[in-house]
């Protein structure tokens, strides 16, 4: 019996971690043919005199924000780690081990507009983001002791977002997380076996498949991973074998808010709505010697999947075993591809 990727169960491989995706697409062969509902949340205003983002309004450890006019930031009220410098590490055993953890964690509010997402975002102002990006990660690696930087955004409350103003967060530590350490060592497994990155041996194969790519402009593309665990997810890679944000061009910082603006647009069009998703940078740690075999990537993780309100839950076997997906890769790649860049509300008014 012939075997077909479109309609046969099987495994792909993420590269990048080595993990298993199962893909069955004999279990949803259409879905986007099913019911698509919009979602019914009402527009925001542009200012909320009861949010602790907006210009000049007081956050909830007391600070007063200033009448910001671009991207705003400031360290987390509520941060999840402590700029304090403290050795204790315990190993009772190898059985209950603990260490202290330093950091600093600072929000950037993306622009005073409380109603404008990445997505409405004009690029100009898309461009401020990315470069407020670059400097807090050049000022915050500037700290000896901080080894990673990690970039992100949870957008829309589906993903956690405590605030729906619409922001991202910089996390500095002293320790590289689990992930990072993953993803080097086999980038670095692949590099000293081939003396290229594996993200542009990759990137150079999908560029000649086209299937799976959505945006390609001078220095990035934007495309559906071949092992994609979440409905639509994305990447963005960059066509220098660059380690970290701090390595890019002017031109480069305008082309990846470029890239950013399109993708975001593509997926509010998708079904319509503030389409919600956790996004964040992988790059090389700082302050750490060699990590040439680190590529600069971004990834997208957005959990919708039939429409604006129908959610793909990792639950049951993706938690105990492996991710599973229904759609392929390719379909979602191909729904994506089909999207307008000017968004659905523009559309709408003419």
């Known amino acids: 019996m012939s075997f077909d990727l479109n309609n046969d169960p099987h495994i792909r491989i993420d590269i990048l971690t080595g993990e298993r995706v199962l893909v069955s697409p004999h279990r949803s062969k259409r879905p986007w043919q099913g019911q698509v509902e919009k979602s019914t949340t009402r527009e925001r205003e542009t200012y909320d005199e009861d949010c602790y983002l907006c210009p000049g309004n007081r956050r909830a450890e007391g600070a007063i924000n200033p009448s910001y006019s671009g991207s705003f930031v400031f360290v987390n009220d509520f941060s999840a780690l402590l700029d304090r410098d403290n050795s204790f590490y315990l190993n009772e055993k190898d059985l209950f081990i603990t260490e202290a953890e330093r950091g600093i964690c600072k929000v950037i509010s993306f622009s005073p507009r409380h109603d404008l997402t990445l997505a409405e975002m004009d690029l100009d102002a898309i461009t401020q ?117 701090s390595e890019f061009s002017s031109e480069e910082l305008s082309d990846l808010a470029l890239v950013i603006q399109e993708l975001a647009i593509r997926y509010d069009n998708l079904f319509e709505t503030s389409f919600p998703y956790s996004a964040g940078m992988h790059q090389a740690p ?44 390719e379909k979602a790649a191909e729904m994506l591809q089909q999207l307008s860049v000017i968004h659905y509300k523009k559309q709408s008014n003419g």
């Open 129 to 245: 983001v990315v470069k407020t990006w670059q400097n807090e990660f050049d000022n915050l690696r500037k700290n000896i002791w901080v080894q990673y930087i990690q970039v992100f955004e949870n957008k829309g409350a589906i993903m956690g977002c405590s605030n729906p103003h619409p922001h991202g967060q910089v996390w500095a530590q002293q320790g590289i997380p689990s992930a990072i350490v993953l993803e080097g060592q086999r980038q670095m497994d692949y590099f000293k076996k081939y003396g290229r990155t594996l993200l542009r041996d990759y990137l150079d194969a999908e560029l000649k498949k086209k299937e799976r790519v959505l945006i390609e402009t001078k220095s990035f593309v934007c495309l559906v991973p071949y092992w994609a665990k979440w409905p639509f997810e994305t990447m963005i890679i960059s066509k220098r074998e660059l380690q970290t944000i």
């Open 286 to 329: 700082v302050n750490t010697g060699d990590q040439s075999g680190w590529h600069w990537h971004m990834h997208f993780y957005p959990p919708l999947l039939r429409s604006a309100t129908v959610k793909k839950f990792m639950v049951g076997y993706e938690m105990l075993a492996d991710a599973q997906r229904d759609i392929t890769p």
